[in-house]
Every structure is written in structure tokens, then in C-alpha cells.
């Protein structure tokens, strides 16, 4: 286990930007991804905006038109972005260490468009396409990964709701550290979907015009979509075909509530960051940069600042932690993927990335969230704090490699 883990390519797809390059000045630039709703009619819903990739741009040239007719549009996020992440890590040619590459993929609603569709067609009385039901097993975005790249070695699916993310990154963290692989492709995809938003409008969780992360007025999330892919990549193994290193990770933290089906618990979050320092071996005076789970709602963000006070003592005030949520919306499963490449861009160009919309400071939420403008800051060590519904909670920490 003590393999060294970095990060050697970034892909990602969200509704500021697709390509690491467009997604990260857009974030640094404060830019909203959140637009009216097109993938469906809103008419009868409290609220009417989120955070869908748009034009058509899901796919890009990156899925082939008549693959695209085979997989879900989750399996479509996650293929674009995988292979926008190979070729940032300049993995060109896979042929000669096909068993030395595995796959680890963060999901939580997975295909639940094609539930939607063949729910339509079955409500018409109409037969289902066999191509639709043999999207709907989630295992499929994992499989379509493989065979479409012809990879060969250990795959896992990991539906940890909104901190899958997180999880898959973990687990490859692990696997490449055991020497089960030289390189993981840490995954994680969820497409915007009519289900979710209905039920997060139910909910009343939902902002009707914008999310305001940590801000007194907040009034809920925003519903998105979107993939991340991070390479990692064993350090020995990367050194040696020279590729450029964004970060490296020094260890991850897992925990479960065990209490509420939907509200987060400050001692669960608590226990998961702690659980994060711990094996990393550093201490909360050595975190430059918090990367916040700050959906938006009044009970998370007030739930998560409690936790960092308690794990961070006085120091809090001084760090800065910031909420792109603000930005690209509620990726679901692909929340904490995508957060983390924003960890490791930070980390790269000692730049914060903003918490937009902030407006009106809130006493329980009394942070340092980087309000509306990004910061240039040195980034040494970055903690990414993930939180979903079950309690299952992901705290995952990474540093600048300088060897």
C-alpha cells in the first residue's frame, strides 16, 4: 500500500464547459451553466431551470452517431469525457497494457432517462426497443467504457448516491496502491433526468432562479448533469512516459450516518473528514483549500459549516471553501468527479475557483466561501467534501507533487 497515486488527465463535461480548458476558465470566470430547462416540459413544476449540457454537445465527436443509438446518455457523458481525459494524459495507444488499466465508476441515477422512455412507450401501449432495455442495468456505462476502449483490466461500479464520485476515485486510489492496476479511470456520469427533477421539486429543494450556496437567503439546489474522468496513474508508472502530473493523492475518507434517509449528520461528516486526515497523515492546520459539498439547501450548508468548525476548530475563518455548485448546478453522481478536477486544476494554478450568487451572510454559514470573484491562492493541499442522501459521505485529499 504504499504506492504513490497521481493525477495525470482530466476530462469533463458539464453545462459551463466541456474539455478541461473550457470548463475551467468559465469556472474561474464565474460563469452560470444554469438555463431553462429544455429536456422536458416544466410547466407543471414549482421550478423551471437547471443544469443541462446543451446543443446537442453530450456527446460531442467523441461517441461515434451510431453508438450513441446503443447507450443511455449517462454512458454518453461518461465516454466523451473518457476520452477527453486519455488524451489530456496523452494515453494514445492502450494495446500494449490493456491489464494494467481498470475502470472505477461513481453513479447514482445512472440510466433513468431510458426508465423514462420506455415508460412513455409502455404507456402508449407500445413495445419497448430491445436497444433501451439493454440500457438499463448501470453496469452498462462501465461495460460500454471497456469495450468500446478494448480495456481489459478490474472494473467496479460504486452507487453512492451524490458522493460516488468520490467513492470511485477512492477505490482506484486503493486498487493502484495494492497493485491491481498501473492506471484507473475513476468515472463518474448522471444525465439530467425528469424523475430527479420531479422529485427534488417535491421536495421543495430546488431554487426557482438561481443557488446560493452558504448565502442567508438560500433556497435549494439546482438539478444538473454532467460528467468528470480523472486518470490516475501509479507515480513511478507516470514518471517514466513522462506525463504531466496535475496533483497526487494522499488519502480519502469514508463514512456513513446510519440515521436519516435525506439529512445529513454533523458527527457523520465530522468523522468522515477526520477519517480523511487521518490516513493522509496530515493535520487540518496543513488543508489549503476546501472544495464544499454546499448543495445550497438550508439544512446541508448549515450541516457541513457546523462540522467544519468542529473538525477545523478556529482556524475555519481563514480557510477558503467554495461551492461550484453555485455554477454548473447538482451533477448527481458526477458531482464530486467534477469537483475533484476542479481540486486539481486549483491545485495547479493556485487559483480558487468562486461560490456565485452570494449576496447576504448568514451567521451559521460564516465562511470564507470565496464570494462571487476567484481568488489566486496557494494550493498545497485541497480537501473535496462529498454528502448523500443515506448518509454515505466522502472526504478525499490532494496535494501538489513537487518530487
Request: charged share 20%; net charge neutral; glycine share 8%.
Amino acid at each position: 500500500m504504499n504506492r504513490r497515486v497521481v493525477i495525470t488527465g482530466l476530462g469533463v463535461v458539464s453545462s459551463i464547459g466541456i474539455g478541461k480548458d473550457e470548463f475551467w476558465k468559465n469556472l474561474i470566470a464565474g460563469k452560470s451553466g444554469i438555463t431553462p430547462v429544455t429536456a422536458f416540459d416544466t410547466t407543471e413544476h414549482f421550478t423551471h431551470m437547471g443544469g443541462e449540457v446543451k446543443d446537442g454537445r453530450a456527446s460531442n465527436d467523441k461517441v461515434p452517431t451510431p453508438v450513441r443509438n446503443l447507450y443511455s446518455r449517462a454512458t454518453q457523458l461518461a465516454l466523451t469525457a473518457t476520452k477527453l481525459a486519455l488524451e489530456d494524459a496523452r494515453i494514445n495507444n492502450l494495446e500494449n497494457s490493456v491489464n494494467d488499466i481498470g475502470v472505477c465508476y461513481g453513479v447514482t441515477t445512472g440510466p433513468i432517462q431510458v426508465i423514462e422512455k420506455i415508460n412513455d412507450i409502455i404507456i402508449k401501449k407500445e413495445k419497448p426497443p430491445e436497444n433501451l432495455i439493454c440500457q438499463l442495468p448501470p453496469h452498462t456505462t462501465l461495460a460500454a467504457i471497456g469495450r468500446e476502449l478494448k480495456i481489459l483490466g478490474p472494473n467496479y461500479v460504486l452507487s453512492t448516491a451524490c458522493s460516488a464520485g468520490n467513492y470511485a476515485i477512492g477505490f482506484g486510489y486503493d486498487l493502484i496502491r495494492l497493485g491491481k492496476a498501473k492506471i484507473i479511470i475513476a468515472c463518474a456520469s448522471d444525465a439530467f433526468s425528469r424523475i430527479s427533477f420531479t422529485g427534488f421539486n417535491q421536495f421543495k429543494a430546488v431554487a426557482p432562479e438561481k443557488c446560493q450556496p452558504f448565502d442567508k437567503n438560500r433556497k435549494g439546489m439546482m438539478v444538473a448533469e454532467g460528467a468528470g474522468v480523472l486518470i490516475l496513474e501509479e507515480l513511478e508508472h507516470a514518471r517514466n512516459r513522462g506525463a504531466r502530473i496535475y496533483s497526487e493523492i494522499i488519502g480519502y475518507g469514508l463514512s456513513c450516518d446510519a440515521r436519516h434517509m435525506t439529512t445529513p449528520s454533523v458527527e457523520g461528516i465530522v468523522e468522515c473528514m477526520r477519517n480523511a486526515l487521518k490516513e493522509a497523515g496530515i493535520g487540518p492546520e496543513d488543508v489549503d483549500y476546501i472544495s464544499a459539498h454546499g448543495t445550497g439547501t438550508i439544512a446541508n450548508d448549515r450541516t457541513e459549516c457546523a462540522a467544519i468548525k468542529e473538525v477545523f476548530g478556529p482556524r475555519y475563518r481563514e480557510i477558503p471553501i467554495s461551492s461550484i455548485k453555485s455554477m454548473l448546478g447538482h451533477t448527481m453522481g458526477a458531482a464530486s468527479a467534477i469537483e475533484a478536477i476542479a481540486c486539481a486544476l486549483a491545485i495547479a494554478h493556485d487559483i480558487i475557483p468562486p461560490t456565485i450568487n452570494y449576496e447576504t451572510l448568514d451567521p451559521e454559514c460564516d465562511i470564507d466561501c470565496v464570494p462571487n470573484e476567484a481568488r489566486r491562492y496557494t494550493v498545497n493541499i485541497a480537501m473535496n467534501n462529498s454528502y448523500a442522501f443515506g448518509g454515505n459521505n466522502a472526504s478525499l485529499l490532494m496535494k501538489k507533487n513537487n518530487s
